[in-house]
């Protein structure tokens, strides 16, 4: 019967660590797309950008707002900052947690690329 419990708990936190690392990656995804794309078009008005960060969001599931996505230029550099709040269960049925998580993303443009 004890190691039958211990079976039980160690399932348990074995699953709760899967989903975890799911909810991670899926915004490590998102991240990186969105570096991606902007690395590739940096030369986007700031509602451009924060078009291509909902695009993205939408593609990948990500439940984002947009005056939760900020641009702002430093010098030659674009930084995006997102904000988002998900809810990942942990244990189906038994144990669900919100999570909030601050994705950042920055491209530097090259010199003679006008804004």
Partial sequence: ??????IIIGAAILVACVNATR???AD?????????ALLFDS???DEEVVDLV????????????EEDVKVRWVGPELNVDMTYTTNVVLLPGV?????TFSPTTSVRRLAGTGR
């Fill in 1 to 6: 019967m004890k190691a039958l419990i211990k």
């Fill in 23 to 25: 909810a991670a990656f």
């Fill in 28 to 36: 490590y995804q998102f991240t990186d797309a969105v570096h991606e």
């Fill in 43 to 45: 030369r986007l008005s």
């Fill in 54 to 65: 909902m695009k993205l969001a939408t593609q990948y599931e990500i439940p984002l707002a």
């Fill in 95 to 99: 144990f669900a947690r919100d999570w």
